[in-house]
């Protein structure tokens, strides 16, 4: 089988990308005619980037999960779905294919059934990287119901706010998550973020780990207890069946929360009809996948990457998708490369967080690891590097394996700027060029947009393709103020981005007050808010600085209100006090205790300073006159590490 709109040639990327723009209506419709509806559209595209207010192909009803298991039963049932691979190498292996899927897919949505979950109901996952976690998110979708994973690395603290934001009744969890040499003990981070929560009926518990867990009455129900009953009933002399709820196009598939420059993470919500196009036609393009390939996204599902290049788009291409359990470094740093080896991946997708951290442990990890399967190289998440670009290109594609440096973000749904795997020109460390559908507008501070090429701005997006960010869960005002408003009728990024001569975009970082620390979106006021928390603790101001694995550190200024306190200890209260409300991915790298921070006369805090100082470019500061107390910045330079 091969897709007919998988793209082949730089001339046929040209020609495509035109239709696209031109006629997108056509471009998309003739698309979509490759997949399962119940029933065909009425119109194709309306919106307007105003209220805003997006549709794809309105009047149309599908369900995401026919498309992703159902229509590759009759050809490809026997195929593997899934691979997985446990944390312990040692562990067996899971291979479950698409006929085997699809019976666990059915027998989800009766459990969720049985317990009470209709359709539009939200539903939390908070799960480690087993099967169960990609069952439980298409059970959902199955029956319509809202899917919101949160990732395990969140504390009670936020799993508690994404609850409530989400007026989430039900959630499935695991007993523990297994994670190098360590297991962590989820059912009990749960059970803090349900104290005094009177919205949560149902709390089903898959068992990983075969640690203790407390189970109230009446709430907790065990995940094994419940599909044997399901089982029975979606399965009659030998056929096993689940219908699959008819789902307007528009209608909500699933929320996930990011952070934003507020302190309050937003709920991006992602149609149904729009997404399942959006993350099928960017994975079959952008990677090149063909049928019978292994695809390992190293992603965890509790981030979009994992949504959109674990689940969603290598399903509904009929793909094999490898999820991994573990870390890569346990129990060595070879731990990707034996990977790669031992079920022959063919597509690797990463971040280059992940390559700089394996790049310091030099070439011994790599030595007698046979990675000759591979064929295409992807990278995501932040800007890479040229120097981690080339370890990648020459230790692990041994300089025959594409890279494809694909920029997106949560509320794009999938990739946006990438080159196409051995098929558009590739260049270090730029994205390169939109995909059809996409048309990128850099823009000044004042919003007006900077035509011709060697030039940079901010990035927009002008025109709605299929992905687009539908809302924020529970207030729309929000999507329009943080998306929408910033330049009328573009979609804001809040990225900075450079073109040059020829037209290659290369992505240098957010705008705003959002940092990017190891490949996870982290806002500034969050971490402010946290540690504003702890007791004694007066003001504090976050920023980024550039570090050699993360790509950015968390740099903490704050201001305490005893002199003489010991530093070390409050420091390490600090980071505690983060790591229970946030979690630990929030911790800051460095805390500077200071006695004021730069303002200026109306009170507000002058990060750019700030900025400098962290990064070390004193030098560079600028004019601090317009300050309310100028002297504040030598004490901050001073002091800094
Ligand atoms: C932000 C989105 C989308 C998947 C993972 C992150 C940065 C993402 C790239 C890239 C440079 C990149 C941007 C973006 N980013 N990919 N290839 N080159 N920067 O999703 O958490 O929503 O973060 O990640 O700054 O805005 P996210």
Redesign the pocket.
């Known amino acids: 089988m091969t897709f007919s709109y998988q793209i082949k040639s730089l001339e046929k990327y040209r020609e495509a990308y035109q239709k696209s723009i031109e006629n997108p209506e056509a471009f998309w419709e003739e698309i979509a005619a490759h997949f399962t509806w119940q029933k065909k559209w009425d119109t194709i595209l309306s919106y307007n980037f105003i209220e805003p207010k997006i549709e794809w192909f309105g009047g149309a009803k599908l369900n995401i999960t026919e498309n992703c298991i159902d229509r590759h039963l009759a050809n490809r049932g026997e195929e593997i779905a899934i691979i997985w691979e446990p944390n312990d190498p040692k562990e067996q292996v899971r291979s479950i294919t698409y006929t085997e899927l699809h019976k666990q897919v059915c027998m989800v949505a009766q459990m969720l059934t049985n317990l009470g979950v209709k359709k539009g109901d939200r539903v939390c996952i908070y799960m480690g990287m087993v099967p169960e976690l990609t069952f439980a998110i298409l059970g959902c979708a199955r029956i319509g119901a809202i899917h919101s994973v949160i990732f395990g690395g969140f504390s009670a603290q936020s799993i508690s706010d994404r609850l409530a934001d989400a007026q989430a009744g039900y959630i499935i969890t695991c007993d523990g998550a297994e994670r190098g040499n360590k297991t962590i003990n989820l059912k009990s981070v749960i059970d803090d973020a349900l104290v005094g929560n009177e919205q949560v009926k149902k709390v089903i518990v898959f068992t990983r780990s075969k640690i203790p867990v407390a189970m109230q009455k009446g709430r907790d129900t065990w995940w094994e207890d419940e599909m044997e009953q399901a089982g029975q009933q979606v399965e009659k002399n030998g056929v096993v069946s689940f219908p699959a709820e008819p789902m307007h196009a528009e209608d909500p598939l699933f929320i996930l929360y990011?952070s934003g420059s507020t302190g309050k993470p937003k709920g991006v919500v992602h149609s149904t009809a729009g997404y399942l196009l959006w993350t099928n036609y960017t994975f079959l393009n952008v990677f090149q996948y063909q049928l019978g390939q292994v695809h390992f996204c190293t992603a965890d599902i509790g981030?979009?990457?994992g949504h959109s290049y674990i689940v969603y788009g290598p399903l509904s291409a009929g793909g094999t998708t490898l999820m991994f359990e573990g870390i890569p470094t346990w129990p060595d740093a070879g731990r990707f490369w034996d990977i790669v080896a031992k079920h022959k991946v063919n597509i690797l997708y990463t971040a280059p967080t992940a390559i700089r951290s394996l790049m310091a442990f030099g070439l011994e990890p790599l030595k007698n690891k046979d990675l000759s399967s591979l064929q295409v190289l992807g990278?995501?998440?932040?800007?890479?590097n040229e120097e981690a670009w080339h370890w990648f290109s020459q230790h692990i594609g041994k300089g025959n394996c594409p890279i494809v440096?694909?920029?997106?973000?949560?509320?794009?749904g999938g990739i946006m700027i990438s080159n196409l795997a051995g098929i558009t020109p590739q260049k270090p460390a730029h994205?390169t060029l939109p995909l059809p559908g996409v048309i990128p507008v850099l823009v000044d501070e004042n919003g007006i947009e900077i035509i011709g090429n060697g030039v940079s701005g901010n990035l927009c997006i002008k025109q709605a393709w299929p992905g687009i960010i539908r809302t924020t869960y529970g207030d729309h005002e929000r999507c329009k103020t943080n998306y929408f408003s910033t330049y009328p009728n573009l979609y804001f990024?809040?990225?900075g981005c450079l073109r040059d001569e020829v037209g290659n975009y290369r992505?240098t970082?957010?705008v705003d007050d959002v940092l990017?620390v190891s490949?996870?979106?982290i806002g500034t006021a969050e971490v402010e808010n946290a540690i504003n928390r702890h007791s004694g603790v007066i003001e504090s101001a976050v920023v980024g600085y550039p570090h050699d694995v993360k790509g950015q550190g968390i740099y903490a200024y704050v201001i305490f209100e005893e002199s003489n306190h010991n530093q070390n200890l409050t420091k390490q209260d600090i980071l505690q006090t983060v790591t229970r409300i946030i979690g630990p991915i929030a911790k800051p790298d460095k805390i500077q205790f200071v006695l004021g921070l730069p303002k200026t006369r109306s009170g507000k805090i002058m990060r750019r300073i700030l900025r400098k100082i962290a990064e070390g470019e004193t030098q560079s500061i600028g004019d601090t006159s317009t300050l309310l107390d100028p002297n504040i910045v030598d004490d901050i330079i001073a002091g800094a590490f």
């Open positions: 990011t981030w979009i990457t990278s995501v998440g932040e800007p890479i440096d694909t920029w997106w973000q949560t509320e794009t994205a990024t809040g990225d992505i970082g957010r990017n490949g996870h979106r």
